[in-house]
């Protein structure tokens, strides 16, 4: 009624939104009996009191003493021990993994070791470091090509061209890391053994510098100026098998997905094509997919290494967006705008995450959760911009490259030690992979 108090609570049980008396779950009788009991003077002894309380329970599913008609403030009451709320599937769900909120983890603001990279040439196009799974990080700086061993800080010149003007353009480590190839300005995809330091072949196929290289197992697989990509098998000597005429400008990014099924070519001309492994019925290699929304030459390309058929591709200065598609589909499953020129992608393999490397104006790293695409954190400290990332083989350091003459390395996916226990574990498990011998 209206006379009532104005303080008013939903009901215990399941029941509307809206306060309608419901006299089911008033429990008047029970009322009753209680305000009735209370004229009641009679001592009982605590035994007796036990013995009704059980019986309460049993008879009516609730203590009568915790009874209440309407309960007006504190806690409200505990539903009864089984009792099923029917509406609970509407209520309840679980939080999905993009918006669950962890406990944050450190992530260093500072670098934790600062290299010299004296002479690096300051061009968004060229591919200028990567990082082997033997843990040495290799850098081309103008016309030589140096390998640093992360584990004992020795540095080895394995490579100076021979004409001075000629420079190296990229670099890539095979998957075991014990050939390294140097694509060259004079046209050139060298080969080298590391253990030896030797020039193991030198093909010539390309009429163009050699900005970008990737490897799918015993296939390497290079980017020119011309826009054409060849695919070098380094077990024969007739290396040159196949020529991808897909660009018609400069090939600055280049990736073989983790599975081999697909390579991932980034251009001047602003596309991102995806090929196949394979060549088609008619002989020829044709892309299964073409992305056209980049407004700037995509050098940033980075395959997802838990889902095979998610890439990542950052855009140029007029671009400046980084997109993640579905290869498989063809779609763009996301995009954001970095605000600055995008010349770097990687996938964490510790954390659901991406880390970018930027140009104008911040020159500066950027951590982003994945899928929701929100930033985790900005890694600043470069004077000038970011050319490439590479990754530690065990997941943990980042390497960024810069026009400021210098190689930065992040501790940012630092891994919790239960987890990389577990990881470790993981690893151990598999069995190797027998790697083919080059000849």
Known sequence: ???GSKIQSTPTKAGGDRYIPNRSTMQMEMANFLLTK???SAEESPTKKEQQKAWAVNLNGFDIEEAKILRLSGKPQNAPEGYQNNLKVLYSQKITPGSSRKNGRYIPSMPDRILDA????NDYYLNLIDWSSQNFLAVALDNSVYLWNHISGEII???QMDHPDDYACSVSWITGGNYLAVGTSNAEVQLWDIQQQKRLRNMTSHSSRVGSLSWNSYILSSGARTGHIHHHDVRV???????LAGHTQEVCGLKWSPDGRYLASGGNDNLVNIWPCTQGDSGDFAPVQTFTQHQGAVKA???CPWQSNVLATGGGTSDRHIRIWNVCSGTCLSA???HSQVCSILWSTNYKELISGHGFAQNQLVIWKYPTMAKVTELRGHTAR????????DGVTVASAAADETLRLWRCFEMDPIKKKEKEKANSAKSSIIHQGIR
């Open 1 to 3: 009624g209206k006379s």
């Open 38 to 40: 209370e004229n009641d």
């Open 118 to 121: 004296p002479e690096i040439r």
């Open 157 to 159: 010149q394995l490579l």
């Open 237 to 243: 000597a007739e290396h040159h098998v196949a020529t």
């Open 301 to 303: 390309v980075a395959w």
């Open 336 to 338: 954001v705008d970095a």
């Open 386 to 393: 970011v050319l490439n990332l590479t990754m530690s083989p």
